[in-house]
């Protein structure tokens, strides 16, 4: 089935480094994604990681993707107070049907100063 | 700005009234989603079109929910005959058919009273 786990809240004090974690089920995923949504607002596309990967950094941001154990990381280096949101992990659906895509609850991250 | 657009941003409706929601992907975008998000949850696929064809449907997209795009470009969400439960954020998003990566517009806050 499709399911895409996170825990949800991480609380974390201004510099440290942020990591969240997401599982998910779908081995046949081609792409994972990690959104931020701020409140009230749409999400902002943060990153993604093609599936044949282990490993994507993009400024602060790092993505390791653990295929054997379908599971997903973001972690967050130097973490600001603006970095605070809530962050979203997301598979592509089964076999790359249109793409859509498969959210997990979320991970409410809060940064103290 | 050549972001997804969304109007209204915010709706307030009584119960048993309809509702029509409009999306406006990025331009060169060929395929449209629609997502319902409720209160600390994270996205649920609703629908999408690849140009003017709705190609997939959500059960979560009952009969009282129709969507279109009729030129391929714009699309639009209309609710008929609201519920309480129907009170939600709906998200739009696009991307480029064969490039998985979906833009999401800063949606529309449904209430109904």
């Known amino acids: 089935g499709e399911d895409v786990e996170q825990s949800l809240f991480l609380s974390v004090r201004e510099g440290d480094s942020s990591v969240i974690n997401c599982t998910y089920t779908?081995?046949?995923?081609?792409?994972l994604y990690w959104y931020k949504q701020e409140p009230g607002a749409g999400l902002q596309l943060l990153t993604y990681?093609?599936?044949?990967?282990d490993m994507k950094q993009d400024q602060r941001l790092t993505v390791l993707l653990n295929k054997k154990d379908k599971h997903l990381s973001l972690r967050i280096a130097d973490t600001q107070t603006g970095d605070s949101a809530i962050y979203f992990c997301?598979?592509?659906?089964?076999?790359?049907?249109?793409?859509?895509?498969?959210f997990g609850q979320g991970t409410e991250l809060s940064v103290k100063p | 700005d050549t972001g997804v657009s969304q109007d209204p941003r915010h709706k307030i409706t009584k119960r048993g009234q309809n509702v029509t929601f409009r999306c406006d992907p990025i331009?060169?975008?060929?395929?449209l989603y629609w997502y319902r998000q409720t209160l600390g949850q994270g996205p649920e696929f609703l629908t999408y079109?690849?140009?003017?064809?709705?190609?997939?449907k959500s059960r979560l997209l009952s009969d009282r929910f129709s969507a279109e795009r009729p030129k391929g470009s714009f699309s639009t969400l209309e609710i008929q005959r609201t519920e309480q439960g129907d009170s939600a954020m709906y998200l739009c998003?696009?991307?480029?058919?064969?490039?998985?990566?979906?833009?999401f517009g800063p949606g529309t806050r449904l209430t109904v009273l």
């Open positions: 990681i093609f599936s044949n990967m």
């Open positions: 331009s060169e975008h060929n395929r």
């Open positions: 997301a598979e592509t659906g089964p076999y790359n049907q249109g793409g859509k895509l498969i």
């Open positions: 079109f690849q140009n003017e064809a709705q190609l997939e």
């Open positions: 998003a696009s991307s480029l058919a064969g490039r998985d990566t979906q833009y």
């Open positions: 779908d081995s046949s995923s081609t792409y």
